[in-house]
């Protein structure tokens, strides 16, 4: 048997194996930690509203348990609205940005100030008054918008104005030698952009846009003020108030929430691992 | 035969600085030339205006019969312009493949989405012209997954795809490691034998000795001097060619 074969049997690890084994056992132990934590911290939450009586005098938060399994139905139908609204409301949000950013780029100076313009004044002003202006204000002009209606509007202007920023970064990240290639092969501007720069602008915009998307869910709760959409706060606030119960309620508004911005979290993140290991 | 490339006069402003000096050069048909010289003298930028990545500021280009002045606006300029980029293929230094294509893509998207050819036409012709280049069996790459030389090779590909009279190397080695410059300018060298027109602005002296069948040295915003290579790096006239070839002579390129 040669010497090189007998090394190979003896399962001696080099240095460099060992260092970077203890590495990987530090990490997993740090991950494993914080995820045991996590199970305490939650456990500790859920055991503040046992109702307990404790020795020192203290009375945890009692809840009724009663009420709950009583609305918890009606409470969870409006994750769907929510949900609804919120796609909706992305939607027209995506495609203002994607507006404002291009008008940002006109070399025409009243589609520039147009962008400008609609991203100050939306900036400039809050979210709660735009909701109210799209449902109050405009009747009395004449304007009369379904709850929803005005409420998607609202988002959508809102996160559109706040999104033009993302598109902006995105459209940018494109350097200049794509545009210089595009047109030496002699595309047109139009065919330049289509082409080669909103493809790469949008993919770099997407992870940005999902973390919009779930800010999104949660500010739709203030559509609740218009009074007229069912969503998961509205649902939660009516039937908190009229039995007095609006601990419950929100509590249980507050968990689906959670729950939702986890779920779209979790999504948002695959795709962001999906597209960074794509093709760029 | 009239030639290829004809450029009249051409002064290039950037701001207030004067980059370009009423140029003139010409360029024949099947015609190999090299500019050499150094960095900010205007090189580039020759190369640039020829297909108006730069606008000129004044003078004129004419390339295959297509006449352009330099500085001028509207409908009527924009289409000669595009007539122009038709006429001419450019390698860019950075290569500026689209990265979201892959590598047959990336060379087919000229001749589709600019020519309107058919899908499975251009495929065809697309194919052909990563033959040339010798990367058939990347085709469907992204790039990416390419080295440098590779990268650049696809990149003249493309170029070639549109059919051009005549190519525009942007210094097409200088972002390449040493080791994978051979390739680029082989692939270059064989289109030289093929009677392709080039114009190619290049530190690479070797290469320009070995293949250009004229070498134009600028500096300021001028040609200083032109000549065949034999002649030029035998017996340089100006100085400034002079300081080139000593720097070349000492290993610096």
């Given amino acids: 048997m040669s010497l090189s074969a007998a090394k190979r049997k003896t399962p001696s690890k080099s240095q460099s194996e060992l260092i970077f084994e203890a590495q990987q056992r530090k990490e997993r132990q740090f991950r494993s930690n914080v995820g045991l934590s996590w199970g305490l911290l939650l456990i500790l939450l859920v055991f503040l509203f046992t109702g307990e009586k404790l020795n020192l005098g203290i009375k945890l938060i009692h809840l009724d348990w009663d009420f709950i399994r009583a609305n918890i139905g009606f409470i969870s139908s409006g994750v769907g609205v929510t949900f609804y609204l919120s796609i909706l409301s992305i939607f027209l949000a995506t495609l203002l940005a994607l507006l404002a950013a291009l008008g940002r780029l006109s070399i025409i100076p009243p589609i520039y100030a147009l962008s400008t313009f609609y991203v100050s004044l939306i900036r400039g002003t809050p979210l709660f008054l735009q909701i109210f202006f799209f449902y109050l204000a405009l009747p009395q002009v004449g304007i009369n918008l379904s709850g929803l209606m005005a409420g998607v509007i609202a988002l959508g202007l809102n996160y559109g104005a706040y999104m033009s920023e993302i598109f902006r970064a995105g459209l940018s990240s494109v350097g200049k030698g794509q545009r210089e290639a595009a047109q030496a092969i002699g595309m047109t501007p139009t065919q330049t952009m289509t082409r080669i720069v909103l493809p790469q602008a949008l993919r770099f915009a997407i992870p940005p846009t999902g973390n919009e998307f779930i800010a999104m869910t949660k500010d739709s709760a203030l559509i609740s003020a218009t009074g007229f959409v069912h969503e998961l706060m509205w649902r939660a606030t009516k039937v908190g108030r009229a039995q007095f119960h609006s601990l419950e309620a929100l509590i249980m508004a507050a968990v689906f929430y959670w729950m939702m911005t986890l779920v779209l979290s979790a999504v948002q993140s695959r795709i962001e691992a999906r597209l960074s290991k794509g093709e760029r | ?253």
């Fill in chain 2, 1 to 253: 035969m009239p030639p290829i490339v004809k450029v009249s006069k051409l002064d290039k402003y950037f701001g207030r600085l004067h980059v370009l000096k009423s140029l003139s050069i010409k360029v024949e048909s099947k015609e190999v030339i090299c500019i050499i010289g150094r960095s900010g003298s205007g090189k580039s930028t020759l190369l640039r205006c020829i297909n108006f990545l730069e606008e000129p500021s004044a003078g004129v280009i004419e390339v295959d019969g297509i006449k352009v002045e330099g500085g001028e606006k509207g409908g009527r300029h924009r289409q000669l312009v595009h007539d122009v980029r038709l006429k001419t293929g450019m390698v860019f230094q950075e290569f500026n493949l689209f990265p979201h294509m892959t590598v047959l893509d990336n060379v087919i998207e000229g001749p589709v989405t600019v020519k309107k050819m058919d899908r499975s036409k251009a495929v065809e012709l697309g194919e052909m012209n990563l033959e040339r280049v010798g990367l058939s069996q990347k085709r469907d790459e992204y790039p990416n997954r390419l080295s440098g030389g590779q990268k650049q090779r696809v990149a003249i590909a493309r170029a070639l795809a549109m059919e051009p009279r005549v190519m525009l190397f942007d210094e097409p080695t200088s972002a390449l490691d040493p080791e994978l410059i051979g390739e680029v300018l082989n692939v270059m060298k064989k289109l030289a034998k093929e009677g392709m027109t080039m114009l190619v602005v290049t530190h690479e002296m070797g290469f320009a000795k070995e293949v250009a069948d004229r070498v134009v040295v600028m500096a300021d915003g001028e040609i200083v001097e032109e000549s065949s290579p034999a002649q030029l790096f035998a017996r340089p006239k100006d100085p400034r060619t002079q300081a080139l070839i000593d720097r070349y002579r000492s290993g610096g390129q």
